[in-house]
T-cell receptor, first 115, second 112 residues
Framework: GAVVSQHPSRVICKSGTSVKIECRSLDFQATTMFWYRQFPKQSLMLMATSNEGSKATYEQGVEKDKFLINHASLTLSTLTVTSAHPEDSSFYIC???????????FGEGSRLTVL | GENVEQHPSTLSVQEGDSAVIKCTYSDSASNYFPWYKQELGKRPQLIIDIRSNVGEKKDQRIAVTLNKTAKHFSLHITETQPEDSAVYFCAASFVAGTALIFGKGTTLSVSS
């Protein structure tokens, strides 16, 4: 089946540094990818919709300058958490829509811990 | 925008019993309603979905019902097993493949 890979799966960083998370569709093209954030014991909250070749669309309350999203190719979207702080510690999950079938697939998630 | 409410937040059943989780949504334009099972630290796994042109769908022990008029849909798990224990999320979107709005989740515990 179709696979969406996220990297890294876990990252620990110091407060004030920036962290980049990659989301790749391994065997299909994805015009659209979505980024979610999930705090412990909470639901998945949509952060932004990433469209290949254009600017991401952010949900209300999500700071676009803090969470930089780039979708430069049909198989890769990146989320950069800039100047990370402990409150940014969370599980970040991407999902990708297969362009040809419309099916949605989730990545494995990336656990960010900011010290 | 869309808002999805999910109840109950926790559900404990005995092995072999049935479990029912209910969700309501606010946007009448939503047409796609998937259910996901998520184990701790893992990605959500799609277990069943339903589209607005269908009222009920069944896959072995799992069934989903949809009432578009009332804007609610439910997940039914029969003959529950301990391995069904997980967090279950309902979600809604305009069409399959577009952004999903999730409910808050239900922690299902099945005791043997």
């Amino acid at each position: 089946g179709a696979v969406v890979s996220q990297h890294p799966s876990r990252v620990i960083c110091k407060s004030g540094t920036s962290v980049k998370i990659e989301c790749r569709s391994l065997d299909f093209q994805a015009t659209t990818m979505f980024w979610y954030r999930q705090f412990p014991k909470q639901s998945l909250m949509l952060m932004a919709t990433s469209n290949e070749g254009s600017k991401a669309t952010y949900e209300q309350g999500v700071e676009k300058d803090k969470f930089l999203i780039n979708h430069a190719s049909l198989t890769l979207s990146t989320l950069t958490v800039t100047s990370a702080h402990p409150e940014d510690s969370s599980f970040y999950i991407c999902s990708a829509t297969a362009t040809n079938t419309g099916e949605l697939f989730f990545g494995e998630g990336s656990r960010l811990t900011v010290l | 925008g869309e808002n999805v409410e999910q109840h109950p937040s926790t559900l404990s059943v005995q092995e072999g019993d049935s479990a029912v989780i209910k969700c309501t949504y606010s946007d009448s334009a939503s047409n796609y309603f998937p259910w996901y099972k998520q184990e701790l630290g893992k990605r959500p796994q799609l277990i069943i979905d339903i589209r607005s042109n269908v009222g009920e769908k069944k896959d072995q022990r799992i069934a989903v019902t949809l009432n578009k008029t009332a804007k609610h849909f439910s997940l039914h798990i029969t003959e529950t097993q301990p391995e069904d224990s997980a967090v279950y999320f309902c979600a809604a979107s305009f069409v399959a493949g577009t952004a999903l709005i999730f409910g808050k989740g239900t922690t299902l515990s099945v005791s043997s």
